[in-house]
């Protein structure tokens, strides 16, 4: 069974300061990975995806994530975060064999501080 | 990019009533829809996956009797939460997939129920 690990529950940083969130996955074949974002009250919103090639993958909003195969991580990174940045993080996994259904991490909430 | 609407965003009910949730893709055909439940500070949890024309796939330990699923068309997905209780009160997302295989989901912006 595919699952997601997202260490931290919650991250306050400052604004201008640089920012990682981590991501662990379990999954025993080759994994979809994805970072989405969601503001209070709202859906999600995907900020990059990770299917196959290059590790180190550039998303929207100035977001980077690179995946490890090594340490099953796929870490998300940002140089300098912006005060619109707060929101609640989701990692997901997915696989083409399991019928393309994805498993969500719980999330890690990001505070800016001012 | 692909956008999904949900309908309605908010609703509120008695206990005891029946609640429709509308998910369209608007600008694309979507062979599959899931459809997940949200608790405040928790992460979605997948309640169905749902097949134009055929019968919905429910996760383990979601009620099918209770979580009614539909997907009449290639841009519309129904979630019916029948005769709902205060314990049905949740955030509902719907999301959408493009074509076969896998591909990535587009997220609907979210229902909020609350049943008094």
């Known amino acids: 069974a595919q699952s997601v690990t997202q260490p931290d529950i919650h991250i306050t940083v400052s604004e201008g300061a640089s920012l990682e969130l981590r991501c662990n996955y379990s999954y025993g074949a080759t994994p979809y990975l994805f970072w989405y974002v969601q503001s209070p009250g709202q859906g999600l919103q995907l900020l990059l995806k990770y299917f196959s090639g290059d590790t180190l993958v550039q998303g929207i909003k100035g977001f980077e994530a690179e995946f490890k195969r090594s340490q099953s991580s796929f870490n998300l990174r940002k140089p300098s975060v912006h005060w619109s940045d707060a929101a609640e993080y989701f990692c997901?996994?997915?696989?083409?064999?399991?019928?393309?259904?994805?498993?969500f991490g719980d999330g890690t909430t990001l505070t800016v501080k001012p | 990019g692909a956008v999904v609407s949900q309908h309605p965003s908010r609703v509120i009910c008695k206990s005891g009533t029946s609640v429709k949730i509308e998910c369209r893709s608007l600008?694309?055909?979507?062979?599959?829809m899931f459809w997940y439940r949200q608790f405040p500070k928790k992460s979605l949890m997948l309640m169905a996956t749902?097949?134009?024309?055929?019968?919905?796939?429910?996760e383990q330990g979601v009620e099918k009797d209770k979580f009614l699923i539909n997907h009449a068309s290639l841009t519309l997905s129904t979630l019916t939460v029948t005769s709902a209780h205060p314990e049905d009160s949740s955030f509902y997302i719907c999301?959408?997939?493009?074509?076969?295989?896998?591909?990535?989901?587009?997220f609907g912006p979210g229902t909020r129920l609350t049943v008094l």
């Open positions: 999301s959408a997939r493009v074509g076969t295989g896998y591909n990535e989901q587009f």
């Open positions: 997901a996994v997915g696989s083409f064999s399991n019928a393309g259904k994805s498993t």
């Open positions: 749902s097949n134009e024309g055929s019968k919905a796939t429910y």
């Open positions: 600008d694309f055909q979507a062979t599959t």
